[in-house]
């Protein structure tokens, strides 16, 4: 029997556990289509409730740790390095980006890569190159908008269209960047009929700012995933589909705030009168908004499953003292005000304290890295019971972008990189740094589609 790392193999050991068969594609796919059947049409409600939770299963398990692998892809792929010059922007094209992080089993191809202008105040958020000649002055690459395949589409029995949106790796400065400040969400030009609906307003900005000067950015990150969203409803319109969202601290904010807008929009609403469902997957994210935008996102059919390690800062940010937490009474007096927040959605909380695999640390970046937490649901069964690894998932993952993992278990931190910081030997023998293929911007059709939903004014 062989395990992934040591790490794995002491844990079985010390619980007695053999490790669990790896499933086939289809066999995996099979637990995909069972998983939503259980989260379909007439049970998905149990999502706004307490029995959702309490149903803890293996489907919902793989699920979940499939999305959030699907937010960490956009990780994975995003250049961090200021001496790159293509920092800020997505290291893959989309037409390999799966093939490219070795994630071809997830049956889904990228249908396009999404931008957002970094003239918006988050300095932490977005990267820049040090070099003088770089890909782009004003934009970085905040996510992806993928499709299952055909394979993945019949065994799941719908097209499963995927939001993909960016978050902070390792730095929480960004929670300082922002303004703690609440703005109408009609303020923005997405519809509401309700004024006092409110949300952060660097996340609005973040979402539907734009430089009709940049080629990445002249479409907000807004127009990009609606008009992307209108072209694929449309391409499937015969077919039963499922838009589903996910993003990781910054990115679950973003993953909450486009789900309200497709679903407010009616972009989910197909011609013969179906409505698509829409589900956010967050992982730590922060308050998006307040009571009335809980209350509006919640009305509108939106199902919201936020994890969350209890042990991160970020959960808890904005609005620390007035929140869902607080004394209904008290929080009603305090509705109007500017830095009044709550959590929407279903929490499943869960705590780094309790995988024997982790270290106690004092690194905030830790108890917030997206790979722990995909780390701790592999070891989850419920709330009270013992923690044990389900899936084979390598724990020295966990360790790829951070310093968690007991030193015992004899994993480096930080291991993940790319061989000589992608330096490569040109045919004069000289070190350079490679050009890329040409960087995907947006579809020539991109308009049109805006056009369609009556955005295209704007332009």
Same mark, same amino acid.
């Given at each position: 029997?062989?395990?992934?790392?040591?790490?794995?193999?002491?844990?079985?050991?010390?619980?007695? !556990?053999?490790?669990?068969?790896?499933?086939?594609?289809?066999?995996?796919?099979?637990?995909?289509?069972?998983?939503?059947?259980?989260?379909?049409?007439?049970?998905?409600?149990?999502?706004?409730?307490?029995?959702?939770?309490?149903?803890?299963?293996?489907?919902?398990?793989?699920?979940?740790?499939? @999305?959030?692998?699907?937010?960490?892809?956009?990780?994975?792929?995003?250049?961090?390095?200021?001496?790159?010059?293509?920092?800020?922007?997505?290291?893959?094209?989309?037409?390999?980006?799966?093939?490219? =992080?070795?994630?071809?089993?997830?049956? @889904?191809?990228?249908?396009?890569?999404? @931008?957002?202008?970094?003239?918006?105040?988050?300095?932490?958020?977005?990267?820049?190159?040090?070099?003088?000649?770089?890909?782009?002055?004003?934009?970085?690459?905040?996510?992806?908008?993928? %499709?299952?395949?055909?394979?993945?589409?019949?065994? !799941?029995?719908?097209?499963?269209?995927?939001?993909?949106?960016?978050?902070?790796?390792?730095?929480?400065?960004?929670?300082?960047?922002?303004?703690?400040?609440?703005?109408?969400?009609?303020?923005?030009?997405?519809?509401?009929?309700?004024?006092?609906?409110?949300?952060?307003?660097?996340?609005?900005?973040?979402?539907?700012?734009?430089?009709?000067?940049?080629?990445?950015?002249? @479409?907000?990150?807004?127009?990009? %995933?609606?008009?992307?969203?209108?072209?694929?409803?449309?391409?499937?319109?015969?077919?039963?589909?499922?838009?589903?969202?996910?993003?990781?601290?910054?990115?679950?904010?973003?993953?909450?705030?486009?789900?309200?807008?497709?679903?407010?929009?009616?972009?989910?609403?197909?011609?013969?009168?179906?409505?698509?469902?829409?589900?956010?997957?967050?992982?730590?994210?922060?308050?998006?908004?307040?009571?009335?935008?809980?209350?509006?996102?919640?009305? =509108?059919?939106?199902?919201?499953?936020?994890?969350?390690?209890?042990?991160?800062?970020?959960?808890?940010?904005?609005?620390?003292?007035?929140?869902?937490? %607080?004394?209904?009474?008290?929080?009603?007096?305090?509705?109007?005000?500017?830095?009044?927040?709550?959590?929407?959605?279903?929490?499943?909380?869960?705590?780094?304290?309790?995988?024997?695999?982790?270290?106690?640390?004092?690194?905030?970046?830790?108890?917030?890295?997206?790979?722990?937490?995909?780390?701790?649901?592999?070891?989850?069964?419920?709330?009270?019971?013992?923690?044990?690894?389900?899936?084979?998932?390598?724990?020295?993952?966990?360790?790829?972008?951070?310093?968690?993992?007991?030193?015992?278990?004899?994993?480096?931190?930080?291991?993940?990189?790319?061989?000589?910081?992608?330096?490569?030997?040109?045919?004069?023998?000289?070190? %350079?740094?490679?050009?890329?293929?040409? =960087?995907?911007?947006?579809?020539?059709?991109?308009?049109?589609?805006?056009?369609?939903?009556? =955005?295209?004014?704007?332009?």
């Amino acid at each position: 029997m062989s395990y992934p790392n040591q790490a794995s193999h002491r844990y079985h050991q010390s619980q007695g !556990l053999k490790r669990k068969k790896t499933t086939t594609p289809v066999q995996t796919a099979r637990n995909r289509n069972e998983n939503w059947l259980m989260c379909g049409e007439k049970s998905r409600v149990k999502m706004i409730g307490l029995t959702f939770l309490t149903r803890w299963t293996p489907l919902l398990r793989s699920e979940l740790i499939r @999305y959030g692998e699907m937010a960490q892809a956009c990780y994975d792929a995003f250049d961090f390095d200021p001496f790159s010059k293509y920092c800020g922007s997505c290291r893959f094209i989309r037409r390999r980006f799966f093939e490219s =992080l070795g994630m071809t089993d997830h049956g @889904y191809e990228v249908t396009r890569h999404l @931008y957002a202008t970094s003239n918006i105040d988050l300095p932490n958020f977005f990267k820049k190159s040090r070099w003088p000649k770089v890909w782009s002055n004003k934009a970085n690459w905040i996510g992806y908008v993928a %499709v299952s395949d055909d394979e993945t589409t019949r065994c !799941l029995g719908r097209r499963d269209i995927t939001i993909a949106w960016r978050g902070t790796v390792t730095h929480l400065e960004w929670i300082s960047d922002l303004m703690d400040f609440l703005k109408p969400i009609n303020g923005n030009k997405i519809p509401c009929p309700d004024p006092t609906v409110k949300v952060e307003y660097g996340f609005l900005d973040l979402y539907t700012d734009k430089d009709e000067n940049c080629r990445f950015c002249k @479409y907000s990150a807004r127009e990009q %995933v609606l008009s992307e969203l209108k072209r694929l409803t449309e391409t499937y319109a015969d077919e039963e589909m499922s838009i589903t969202i996910t993003g990781h601290s910054l990115g679950s904010a973003l993953a909450t705030l486009s789900a309200y807008d497709i679903a407010e929009t009616g972009l989910h609403v197909m011609q013969d009168g179906r409505a698509l469902p829409v589900s956010v997957f967050s992982f730590s994210g922060p308050r998006v908004g307040n009571s009335r935008f809980k209350e509006r996102i919640e009305s =509108l059919g939106v199902k919201v499953l936020r994890v969350v390690n209890v042990q991160d800062v970020v959960p808890k940010s904005p609005g620390l003292f007035f929140n869902e937490q %607080v004394p209904p009474p008290l929080m009603k007096l305090a509705e109007g005000l500017p830095w009044a927040y709550s959590h929407v959605g279903v929490e499943l909380a869960l705590d780094h304290r309790n995988s024997p695999f982790l270290k106690q640390t004092s690194d905030p970046a830790c108890a917030h890295n997206l790979e722990a937490h995909l780390h701790l649901l592999d070891g989850y069964h419920g709330k009270g019971h013992r923690f044990i690894l389900s899936s084979g998932r390598d724990p020295a993952l966990v360790n790829k972008a951070c310093d968690f993992l007991k030193d015992h278990h004899l994993v480096p931190p930080n291991w993940r990189q790319d061989e000589n910081k992608g330096m490569i030997r040109n045919n004069e023998g000289r070190w %350079v740094q490679p050009e890329r293929p040409k =960087l995907d911007d947006h579809p020539l059709d991109t308009h049109h589609h805006l056009r369609k939903l009556g =955005l295209a004014s704007e332009h």
